[in-house]
């Protein structure tokens, strides 16, 4: 199973950012996918969420109303589009994916490699 993350950078506070993550190697239909992310000298973090059929979505308190996480199960991808970032923002951004909605936001089955995301003050 390879979660290959992608669409990292440096934006400035305020701006917005894409990050996608290609799957292959599951069914990815049957699993629930999800975003977590680790900034430098904390742990790592759930960030949202989503059930394998687009429906189920959550997020984490910081990511409400500012973060959008979507799927599309024909081309095995799930992204989270990011909008009004926060310095605080700051981290490596890791997709997931697990057999149930509570697998993927606890202790996922799978995890991809992660895509650095900076934004600056």
């Known amino acids: 199973v390879q979660l290959q993350a992608s669409g990292g950078g440096l934006v400035q506070a305020g701006g917005s950012l894409r990050v996608s993550c290609a799957a292959s190697?599951?069914?990815?239909?049957?699993?629930?996918l999800g975003w977590f992310r680790q900034a430098p000298g904390k742990e790592r973090e759930f960030v949202a969420r989503?059930?394998?059929?687009?429906?189920?979505?959550y997020y984490a308190n910081s990511a409400k109303g500012r973060f959008t996480i979507s799927r599309d199960n024909a081309k095995n991808t799930v992204s989270l589009q990011m909008y009004a970032l926060k310095p605080e923002d700051t981290a490596v951004y890791y997709c997931?994916?697990?057999?149930?909605?509570?697998?993927?936001?606890?202790?996922?089955?799978?995890w991809g490699q992660g895509t650095q995301v900076t934004v600056s003050s």
């Open positions: 997931a994916a697990g057999t149930t909605i509570q697998v993927v936001t606890t202790s996922p089955d799978y």
């Open positions: 190697g599951l069914t990815f239909s049957k699993y629930a």
């Open positions: 989503i059930g394998w059929n687009g429906a189920s979505i």
